[in-house]
DNA sequence: AACCGGGCCAACCGCACCATC
DNA sequence: GGATGGTGCGGTTGGCCCGGT
């Protein structure tokens, strides 16, 4: 037995809201919020919309603090980073850029940022080198392009830890990691002892002057070469619906499987909206992004086998043959991502001078 | 001016998760 | 422990807009 609609179908109205129908909708909400129920409330409201839709509506457009327009290049930054870490989860992309809804994100992200990406990518990527452990041996622009994840952190994904600015200051505490380092493949380097403490500084976005309020990270290059992505007790505040959203991102990187290492990281996640707190099933999700010789697999699991391990898993050193065009596409720009080429795609005049000056140190 | 095709975006749909009974 | 209902997420669709012919 199938379940039961959410609504009366034949009685609900579809297809785009009226300026009344968003007035109704918004004057209630204000007045009485959701109630923590959107079923009813489209009949509390007078409205003829399904309660699914509703919410949608006052999600993704009505509630207030929405962002609207043209995405600015830290927000491609993040969007990027964060697609090529864990890729199509967008309203976990959502929570990381204030004003953003998921479907805002998704939607550019398909209509623009992909193509700008897949704009860059040579003719056919398999036969690129892979990402590799000679990274920052060799200057030329494909080798450069193709280096590794860590290249990504540097230029794409500051905001994970601190302010390119406060990178550096937090590596200068802690002289015996290279930054770099923590992101290359050959995590043999790191240095277990190390720890790269940034909470108390900016995030990236706060250091452009941003909205963002993502807490600062960080990274705790644990025993046996394990990284661990350590939230700050601050929560942070960055959800797509404008609400408080606090990241704990996971208890830990850990090396493991793959020749050149991976990264293995779970988090949690939970959202604070409008009084009531729901904590999003990503809990506990894991995902791996190996980068020892190439991004060979993304896999999303909470552990117990729920549809998370049926994200797209991709192979790409020559070991799969079951790769759909679609994989490849999301492997190519997750690839190209992670190059340090992305000073290209992200105009590079228009980096700060932080970030370059992060950059020099991070390629030191 | 009419037609066509592509881009964009708001909205819908189906599914999975979680809470409650 | 199973059934049910509510919620949230990600993928997809439909319609509008705009530029090109």
Not at 196 to 212: F, V
Request: charged share 20%; aromatic share 10%; hydrophobic share 25%.
């Amino acid at each position: 037995m199938g379940r039961a609609p959410c609504c009366d179908k034949a009685n609900v109205k579809k297809g785009p809201w009226s300026p009344e129908e968003d007035a109704k909708l918004k004057e209630f909400i204000e007045k009485f919020g959701t109630g923590g129920n959107w079923i009813a409330l489209p009949q509390k409201a007078g409205l003829k919309r399904c309660g699914k839709s509703c919410r949608l509506r006052w999600l993704n457009y009505l509630r207030p603090n929405i962002k609207h327009g043209e995405f600015s290049d830290d927000e491609d930054r993040i969007i990027c980073s964060l697609y090529a870490s864990i890729g199509s989860r967008w309203s976990i992309i959502a929570a990381q850029l204030p004003g953003r809804t998921d479907n805002d994100i998704k939607n550019y992200w398909n209509t623009k940022l992909k193509k700008k990406l897949m704009g860059m990518i040579p003719l056919d990527p398999r036969k690129l080198p892979p990402f590799s452990n000679s990274l920052h041996t060799t200057s030329s622009p494909q080798s450069q392009a193709f280096s590794s994840l860590s290249q990504l952190y540097n230029d794409c994904s500051p905001y994970y830890s601190t302010s390119a600015k406060s990178c550096l200051t937090g590596f200068e505490s802690f002289p015996s990691v290279q930054p770099n380092l923590l992101f290359n493949g050959n995590n043999n380097n790191v240095n277990p002892m190390a720890t790269i403490t940034a909470a108390n500084h900016h995030s990236y976005l706060q250091g452009h002057n941003q909205e963002g309020l993502i807490s600062p990270m960080q990274f705790y290059p644990g025993k046996d070469n394990m990284l661990i992505f350590g939230g700050t007790d601050q929560a942070s505040c960055s959800s797509s619906d404008g609400s408080c959203s606090q990241i704990s991102y996971g208890k830990e990187i850990k090396q493991e499987h793959m020749n050149g290492g991976s990264l293995h990281q779970g988090y949690n996640l939970s959202n604070s909206t409008n009084g009531y707190d729901h904590h999003h099933h990503q809990e506990n999700q894991k995902f791996m992004v190996d980068y020892g010789n190439q991004i060979s697999s993304t896999t999303w699991g909470d552990g117990r086998g729920n549809d998370h391990d049926q994200k797209p898993s991709v192979v790409l050193c020559g070991n799969s043959t079951s790769t759909t065009q679609l994989q490849y596409d999301l492997e190519e720009v997750k690839q190209l991502i992670s190059s340090s080429n992305m000073s290209l795609f992200f105009n590079d005049e228009n980096k700060t001078h932080e970030s370059r000056e992060a950059m020099y140190y991070y390629n030191y």
